[in-house]
């Protein structure tokens, strides 16, 4: 347990070190992957992965008889390597991106959606710090996996059903791209439940036809945050954001939210539930977090915690906000 914690959270440190790594186009990346095998998805329907974890007492329910479908892509795992994009071959890597993001930030949606969640070659760490041509290109070709993962998953697994898009960090920008190219004034739109684009920068003027969700209910849209300790304000990098959604009351409001008004949150296993744990307030445009789950009171800046914090209230949102596009 406290070396799985002390993973999740050096994935904190902002003082990175550059890699040595060859210009982009000079390497040789890592082989493209193949979605039509199982290998390649962190999570899939129908068998059991780390995105299957539900709350203590309640009962698991049967792929076949969830009405929707969740397309996850997980964050930056990949923090050092000899090459700008992750090898999907490299298996403690997998582990890890199993073992944290998909267990912690997939699973929320289980209830309500076949969860999907493609491996994919992420950008490493330091291209978010870097922000050169060669961290532009390494995106890039991530995204480039993502696309494919998500045109696969529409192509052999969709089958016209409702979508919900789930994801966080390197994920989310990934994530906000897709909603550009196959939802914002798309047909697919139709079929986007809500779009849990958290822990990045959304450039809200990317979109004509996609709109940050204004309420809980509200669906077609996207919502996001980013967390930090109540009074903390960052200014790096792609922790500083320029909007927020209030995961306690799902609007963007400034006023100071009760911990009573929210569901609650996890530190390290999702079965154990830390009951209205955060008071929440939107200041400029970060998440400010005064929480009583173990551990996280310590640290400033709660990117990596995003989804944690707010577990429990992500699974109840993403039920309240499909049962209204089931009516509509």
Not at 39 to 51: H, I, K, S, T
Not at 202 to 219: A, P, R, V
Request: with cysteine.
């Amino acid at each position: 347990m406290k070396h799985v914690f002390l993973s999740f959270c050096g994935l904190l440190v902002t003082v990175m070190i550059t890699a040595q790594l060859p210009s982009f186009d000079s390497q040789k990346p890592p082989a493209s992957p193949d979605y039509s095998l199982p290998e390649n998805w962190a999570a899939l329907p129908f068998r059991q992965d780390a995105a299957d974890e539900i709350p203590k007492n309640e009962i698991w329910i049967n792929d076949s008889l969830k009405e929707a479908d969740v397309f996850y892509v997980h964050p930056t795992m990949y923090t050092k390597g000899a090459t700008w994009n992750a090898d999907l071959n490299d298996q403690k890597l997998n582990d890890r991106v199993d073992r944290l993001p998909v267990r912690f930030q997939a699973s929320p949606f289980n209830k309500v959606g076949r969860v999907y969640a493609p491996r994919y070659r992420q950008a490493i760490l330091d291209v978010f710090r870097l922000r050169d041509s060669n961290s532009e290109k390494a995106l890039d070709l991530a995204y480039e996996d993502v696309k494919r993962a998500f045109e696969y998953y529409l192509k052999n697994y969709n089958d016209g059903r409702p979508i919900i898009i789930a994801s966080h960090s390197q994920g989310s920008l990934h994530a906000q791209r897709l909603l550009k190219d196959y939802f914002d004034e798309k047909p697919l739109k139709k079929k986007l439940v809500a779009a849990y684009v958290i822990g990045y920068a959304i450039n809200e003027t990317m979109y004509t036809g996609m709109t940050l969700c204004k309420d809980s209910l509200e669906t077609g849209c996207y919502v996001t945050w980013m967390s930090c300790r109540w009074g903390y304000k960052p200014t790096r990098g792609f922790f500083k954001s320029n909007v927020s959604v209030n995961p306690l009351t799902w609007t963007t409001t400034p006023d100071k939210i009760n911990r009573k008004q929210g569901v609650g949150g996890i530190l390290l296993n999702p079965r154990k539930k830390f009951k209205q744990a955060n008071t929440v307030k939107i200041y400029e445009t970060h998440l400010w977090v005064r929480t009583r789950i173990p551990f996280f009171p310590f640290l400033r800046n709660m990117h990596v915690l995003d989804y944690n914090l707010f577990w429990y209230d992500i699974r109840e949102n993403v039920q309240d906000r499909f049962d209204l596009y089931k009516k509509q």
